[in-house]
């Protein structure tokens, strides 16, 4: 037996009349009893019939368990009743967890209740407890055949009650999230005898149609009997051979059945599913923006870098075009008239200074009559600046016309239009001696425009007999 605290008397036998130093008061024997049971029995389940229930106005819960041979008292706290999920009646049989303790005040022994389920749930819950083990054994619920689901599914199948109130949650988050995905209500009983039958039959049926990529399975809460068609093995294995990725939305967070283990992703609750399937619209939008503007800014850097590629293969192609070397004397022109164009521009630059300081001091002028003089000073000379440019840029053209003019003098081809012709021997080297040639040999002659093949005849001496 447990030996009492320290800090109470020990008994003292009462032999020979003898009295014990201090006795104990009523409050302390009890304080001792509540102490060794708390300490030394264990958390109990008890099982037994409901009586004497009591629902005070502070939220506490007093009742009686009692079978055919004995009672006990219960009390179950405001904090731990909550989480109760029916309503116990007198005469109800049920299922308790809790501790052994004393209630000193009146001495009553009593047990202080932290859980408490119907007693046909507890048979349900071992039932579930062998399923789960077993079909886990077996691989059902294993995390290597879960899918994905879709990113934005095209259309959505909801596996429930048509008047239910998950319907109506699923439904209102799907239109707040994203409305433009189509909804397919596949309509069964969520509870009694029948309903594991429909929802498979569901399943299948949406399997066969395929006209949804992702379905929901959903309930509301309720008890573990209201939920049991979602704990039938039948449904678990049908939701796991599903085709299509399947989202289990049953009952409340705290609601745990096979469906939810079977399923490719599972909710806390009905409303909870229908925010795994479809994104938040203003979000996709907004990544719908950015992704476009990346793509565009690809695009035109793409352009840009194709453009830049062209132009080099354009300037390659003019540098092998067979006309380049002709054209040089062109260049040679073009390199002139910029010579001109910068020199004409450092000028212009050179006046824009000017008025720049023009400018400058006509501000730091602030008299208004020196201020009109000035401007007009000013827009005179403008008058004679623009005359001179004018005539510069006329001698300049003179002189250019004049440089052209030379260069074309010059210009083989202009001799030739003047009835001149080149003479090219078979090796297209040009013929200047008339005694490089022998009779028989083919020369070309080009012409202004056009030249012709011959084949030499006669070759004559030079005249003045060289």
Not at 186 to 205: D, R
Not at 299 to 313: D, F, G, M, Y
Not at 387 to 394: I, K
């Amino acid at each position: 037996m447990p030996r009492p605290p320290g800090d109470w008397p020990a008994p003292r036998s009462a032999a020979n009349g003898a009295r014990p130093e201090r006795a104990l008061s009523v409050s302390e024997l009890n304080r001792m009893a509540r102490r060794l049971l708390e300490g030394d029995l264990p958390a109990v389940w008890i099982s037994g019939e409901v009586s004497n229930l009591a629902r005070p106005a502070s939220g506490h819960w007093y009742l009686t368990l009692k079978d055919e041979q004995a009672q006990v008292r219960c009390v179950m706290f405001r904090g731990a009743n909550r989480g109760v999920r029916f309503a116990p009646a007198n005469g109800q049989t049920v299922l308790g967890h809790g501790r052994v303790s004393l209630y000193e005040p009146r001495g009553d022994f009593q047990l202080i209740l932290e859980h408490l389920e119907a007693a046909g749930d507890g048979l349900l819950r071992q039932r579930l407890e062998a399923l789960i083990a077993r079909l886990t054994a077996e691989g059902l619920f294993a995390p290597e055949r879960k899918r994905p689901l879709p990113a934005l599914p095209r259309c959505i199948g909801v596996i429930t009650s048509p008047t239910g109130a998950a319907i109506r949650d699923v439904l209102n988050v799907l239109r707040r999230r994203f409305a433009a995905v189509p909804v397919v209500l596949y309509p069964v009983a969520v509870q009694g005898e029948g309903a594991k039958h429909e929802i498979v039959a569901a399943l299948e049926t949406a399997a066969a149609r395929a006209e949804c990529d992702v379905l929901i399975v959903a309930r509301g809460g309720g008890s573990l009997e209201d939920l049991w068609a979602f704990n039938e093995e039948i449904v678990a294995r049908a939701i796991a051979a599903s085709p299509i990725p399947v989202v289990s939305g049953v009952g409340h967070e705290i609601d745990v059945t096979l469906a939810d283990l079977a399923a490719d992703l599972r909710a806390p609750t009905p409303s909870g599913a229908a925010e795994l399937v479809v994104p938040d619209s203003s979000e996709w939008a907004r990544r719908v923006e950015r992704l476009a503007a990346r793509s565009q800014a690809a695009v035109r850097r793409r352009l840009l870098a194709e453009q830049r590629k062209l132009a080099t293969i354009t300037a390659r192609l003019r540098r092998a075009d067979p006309g380049y070397r002709l054209r040089q004397s062109a260049q040679r022109l073009d390199e002139l008239g910029q010579r001109l164009r910068r020199s004409l521009a450092r000028r212009l630059q050179v006046d824009a200074l000017r008025w720049q300081g023009l400018e400058r001091r006509l501000h730091r002028a602030s008299p208004a009559l020196r201020v009109a003089v000035t401007r007009d000073r000013l827009q005179a000379g403008r008058a004679r600046l623009t005359l001179a440019l004018r005539a510069r840029l006329r001698a300049t053209g003179l002189t250019l016309a004049g440089v052209a003019g030379r260069l074309n003098a010059v210009s083989p081809l202009q001799t030739l239009e003047r009835g001149y012709a080149i003479v090219l021997a078979a090796d297209g080297t040009v013929v200047r001696d008339a005694g490089a040639l022998r009779r028989g040999d083919a020369v070309t002659a080009r012409l202004a425009r056009g030249s012709v093949t011959a084949t030499v005849v006669e070759v004559l001496p030079p005249e003045g007999g060289e």
